[in-house]
């Protein structure tokens, strides 16, 4: 009896092992030493399209060849027999229509003789999870290709942008040297030697003057655009009436309104607290909104300005007006510069009857002039139609004491290479102990221009070292031990992609940051500076300050990498 219970426990026991090795996704084999199958488990068996009993007669001999170095099954049974385990990737052919590339893990089991009595095999496939590797490396790579394209395309923007702010600004200077004479000349007249002149040429020289005072107002907002976007708008802040002031841009506007029987409503909350602002720059700001209602507003119609303290801190001001409204897709670019809104020519209203089209500039003041104050400034309507008119509401909101440190020293300006050698400093300075000691930057580029750049801008925290060639500059970063490289993808005799597998191949730069800087950007240049071992990509012509937040990061990067954890 207990001879036969044994029995039955140990089959129960077999079985209950066999269950498990076929619920396994992975393909199990067992092998005789020599490499004759013995056993499979169920998902081993479907990949093998074969009974069990009909493979007991087969070896995996002729099945298995490594991948990295094209072992087969002797080498790999013998390392197995040997040393007691095996694992490595390997192409497993399981039969004539199905080779895997897998994972192969091999152990040997030893018998009650101390010796191995079989070997067992597990095969992961990773053909799938292989292929999903390389498409997401490839998309990592392509991040970066377009990671760098935005950069420069930003660049390029920033460059534009600059540009056109330095034209508008000398552009506007020198055409108020002969607006001054223009204006003069024809105010003399008109004031002091109408009866030396025929009324025809009278009429003539206030033409002139019209037109002057008109292109006057045009060169102040180009001047103000300028100095909004270089954040110069001088102020002259003062305790006012802020309902006061929009009264008397009312007042000056009606002339207009009158002409077109448009009438403009106030709904201002009594005992509204003084505002601490630019008189001004606040009458510009009511006198562009106002203009606007009542240009893109129909004749015999009716525009509404509301003022009322809201959470007791700031004004909330609206301009309600009754015209055609605004499209969608303009509202989310009524406030950039030279955009000007809608189409007169679009209203029912005769065209003639407007007061035209403009520069485009008003609204974008108006938000710089609102933000200068610590406010804000949006836009609703419904959409544009020219049946309905379901009109326009603009809203700013602006603090009644502004929190904000005036300036009305309009030349007074910090450079920008000032502000970011400071930051710069400031953020080296918590990457040492030792803030007196400067962490070093070794620059390996030939470009004086470029290395030039980098010293203006980085000199005030960083040690720099220049090496205008390959093979100084891997001298340089073996012996100098740099805290980070700049490094040019194009350098005579030794290139920038040798160099740094160069310097990723030693222990003493293995782990030192790298930022290759190129005017190239091309797929395949971007990939092969990364594929070297890059840990950035920085576009020529560069920023300086895009130049020091990639520095930092990469610096914070790697300190935060040799913290204890």
């Given at each position: ?228 976007e270089q954040k110069r708008l001088r102020l002259n802040p ?178 920008l290479s000032t502000i970011q050698d400071q930051e710069a ?136 990498t040799e913290m204890p954890p």
């Amino acid at each position: 009896m207990p001879n036969s219970y044994s029995m039955t426990a140990r089959d129960s026991q077999r079985d209950l092992y066999r269950q498990i090795i076929d619920a396994i996704d992975d393909c199990v084999i067992v092998t005789a030493p020599s490499g004759l199958i013995r056993e499979v488990n169920a998902a081993a068996a479907r990949r093998f399209g074969a009974a069990e009993n009909t493979l007991r007669t087969t070896s995996v001999e002729g099945r298995v060849e490594a991948v990295d170095d094209g072992r087969g099954w002797p080498e790999i049974r013998r390392e197995i027999l040997g040393g007691g385990s095996y694992r490595g990737r390997v192409h497993f052919r399981f039969n004539n229509a199905d080779e895997s590339y897998c994972t192969l893990t091999g152990h040997r089991i030893i018998g009650d003789r101390d010796e191995a009595e079989a070997i067992v095999l597990t095969l992961r496939d990773i053909a799938e999870s292989q292929k999903v590797m390389i498409e997401l490396e490839q998309k990592n790579l392509e991040m970066a290709r377009m990671n760098s394209e935005l950069v420069r395309t930003n660049a390029e923007l920033k460059r534009v942008s600059e540009l056109k702010s330095n034209f508008l600004s000398i552009a506007s200077h020198e055409l108020k040297t002969p607006l001054t004479s223009i204006k003069g000349y024809s105010e003399i007249i008109i004031e002091n030697m109408k009866d030396a002149v025929n009324a025809s040429v009278f009429r003539m020289i206030e033409s002139i003057a019209r037109a002057a005072d008109r292109l006057h107002k045009v060169i102040n907002n180009m001047l103000d655009v300028t100095r909004i976007e270089q954040k110069r708008l001088r102020l002259n802040p003062e305790q006012m009436d802020l309902a006061v002031a929009a009264r008397e841009c009312i007042e000056e506007l009606g002339q207009f309104s009158t002409k077109r029987n448009i009438r403009i409503l106030c709904d201002f909350d009594e005992n509204l607290p003084k505002f601490y602002g630019d008189r001004m720059r606040m009458q510009q700001v009511f006198t562009n909104l106002l203009s606007n209602a009542l240009k893109y507003s129909p004749d015999n119609s009716e525009v509404r300005i509301r003022m009322f303290i809201e959470g007791g801190e700031r004004f909330h001001v609206i301009v309600i007006d009754k015209g055609i409204g605004i499209d969608k897709s303009e509202q989310t670019r009524i406030f950039d510069p030279f955009y000007e809104v809608g189409n007169a020519l679009r209203h029912s209203t005769d065209f003639a009857k407007f007061m035209g089209g403009g520069t485009g500039l008003g609204l974008s003041i108006v938000k710089g002039i609102i933000e200068r104050h610590g406010g804000r400034i949006w836009v609703y309507s419904t959409g544009m139609d020219e049946q309905t008119f379901p009109g326009s509401e603009f809203h700013f909101v602006v603090p009644v004491q502004p929190k904000i440190s005036w300036d009305d020293n309009e030349t007074r300006s910090i450079s920008l290479s000032t502000i970011q050698d400071q930051e710069a400093a400031g953020r080296a300075a918590q990457l040492n102990e030792h803030p007196d000691i400067k962490p070093t930057i070794l620059i390996i580029d030939d470009d004086r221009e470029a290395i030039e750049i980098c010293k203006m801008v980085l000199g005030a925290a960083f040690d720099i070292l220049v090496a205008e060639s390959g093979e100084n500059g891997l001298r340089m970063a073996f012996t100098r031990n740099p805290a980070l490289i700049l490094l040019d993808l194009y350098m005579p005799g030794l290139d920038g992609i040798r160099i740094c597998r160069l310097l990723r191949s030693q222990d003493e730069t293995r782990d030192v940051p790298i930022a290759f800087f190129s005017a190239g950007t091309q797929s395949d240049e971007v990939q092969q500076c990364f594929a070297s071992g890059a840990d950035d990509f920085i576009v020529k012509p560069f920023s300086g300050k895009e130049l020091i937040d990639k520095i930092w990061r990469l610096l914070m990067k790697k300190k935060e990498t040799e913290m204890p954890p």
